[in-house]
């Protein structure tokens, strides 16, 4: 499975980002997929997940209300919605994708198999 994350930049808080993140290699349908990132000094962590059919969805609080997950199975594409970024969102954010079981997702973003490259958020105060 191959992830190719795309979408990063610049931005003053306040502002909005869309990534996307194009999926090959596997049937789409069949993969659970997330956004973890990493700021610079510190752990990657988890931001948010989908489930296969994009039904069932999950955000780490911090980006609850400002970010929103979903995907087309059509375009074997995962997104990334980000609204009223924070200085804090900065960081390098990752698309990941894991073998789904129904529903279920997962924020233990080492349960995650396949990883993309990452694209840098910046957010300018």
């Known amino acids: 499975v191959q992830l190719q994350a795309s979408g990063g930049g610049l931005v003053q808080a306040g502002g909005s980002l869309r990534l996307s993140c194009v999926v090959s290699?596997?049937?789409?349908?069949?993969?659970?997929l997330a956004w973890s990132r990493q700021a610079p000094g510190q752990e990657r962590e988890f931001v948010a997940a989908?489930?296969?059919?994009?039904?069932?969805?999950y955000k780490t609080d911090s980006v609850k209300g400002r970010f929103t997950i979903s995907r087309d199975n059509a375009e074997n594409t995962v997104y990334l919605q980000m609204n009223s970024l924070k200085p804090e969102d900065t960081a390098v954010y990752y698309c990941?994708?894991?073998?789904?079981?129904?529903?279920?997702?997962?924020?233990?973003?080492?349960?995650?198999?396949?990883w993309g490259q990452g694209t840098l958020v910046t957010v300018s105060s």
């Open positions: 990941a994708a894991r073998a789904s079981f129904g529903n279920a997702l997962y924020s233990d973003i080492s349960t995650y198999d396949y």
């Open positions: 989908i489930s296969w059919g994009g039904g069932t969805t």
């Open positions: 290699g596997r049937t789409f349908r069949t993969l659970t």
